[in-house]
């Protein structure tokens, strides 16, 4: 059951300089530590990563598991509030944590879009469109599997991400070899074509007030996002559909916080993708592109306040910086890539998230060009990224 926003309440707003906790210290939650700081809170980062990027800038670093009790209980007795930037973590801490202070987005919420199977189930029950796809939780589920499914990903129902934990698999018996490697509970999803991926982050306060920002067109590479373009290039009906479709799902959710939902277009029409009860890689070009970005509405949401403007000011074009990069020229050792190549370009704004070591696949910083034309912001991205070296 997902607990309702009572309205006519007006919940108490959270000043400054109240302590705000996150569970989950990566790149969002960094992020998240330095929007809140801007507003004069301070934050206390739960991970059990010693050099979690969130944590080496947060006022206090709690290494532990997100369920241990004694870090929950340290949470609940010296912060106001608490939230995550990660869908993986345990809904029950989220649970044990509200029975003492407020959590945004709930355990509820977070229990949904952390489960492929719970997500797409709700997603089908509220009539929002999915690509087809069947529940696997035992082998000779995949026998129901006819012809027309394949090729397909089959996707493990949780601790997926940036395309971890899929196999793309072109008939029931590569699935069911996939299956046996996987050995979890899976669903799996035909491949469908794809005219385009858009994405909506948006955030909704617990008065139900929900602000989107400019949907973005993303492009993925060997299953990760690797460029988002705001606005996305594509019919404005199909985008503003796409807007409130997302709204729709935040408001069936009951949710309060910032989130995300990733859309696939196929011949003209809007499937969903997944849920993110948290900002969104997508939602990067906020930093440098918007009045208000996503870590910002992210602690406005959490502490009461009213949302802010969303607006785009600059077309954004935000390209995620990989640790391949750093294992240029072959070499086995990792070097850092020259980023005089990105300083010296005047309309580059480049983030980088303080990890201590690079590996092939793991973000580790993302850069925005900005313009006042999306075709321009494109053409200087492209040239950007080409200069830094990330190959095609
Ligand atoms: P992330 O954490 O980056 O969102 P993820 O591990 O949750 O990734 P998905 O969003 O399920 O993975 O898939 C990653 C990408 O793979 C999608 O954005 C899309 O480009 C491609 N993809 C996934 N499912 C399908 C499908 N059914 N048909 C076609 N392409 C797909
Ligand atoms: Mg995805």
Redesign the pocket.
Known sequence: MIPKVITGMIPEIIKAPATLAMLGGGQLGRFFVTAAHELGYKVIVLDPDPDAPAGLIADEHIVAAYDDPAALEQLANRCAAATTEFENVPAAALQKLAKKIPVHPSAEAVAIAQN?IAEKRFLGNNGFAT?P?LVIEKANELTSAGDDMFP??L?IARF???????ARVKNISEAQQAFAEFNAPCVL??????DL?VSVVLARNSRGECQSFTLTE?I?HH???DISIAPARTSTTLLAKAEEMAKQVAQALHYVGVMAV?F?IVNGELLI??I?PRPH?SGHYTLDGCITHQFEQQVRALCNLPLGAPRLHSASVMVNLLGDLWFQENSDEGREPDWAKLNNIPNLKLHLYGKESARPGRKMGHFTVIDSDVAEAVTTALAARKAIGIKD
Not at 160 to 166: I, S, V
């Open positions: 492929r690509a796809f397909a990903i996707k997926g991400y940036d395309g971890k934990g899929q999803e035909k491949m469908v074509k794809l991926e993303n993925h299953g990760i996002l990733e696939f993708n997944e993110a890689n």
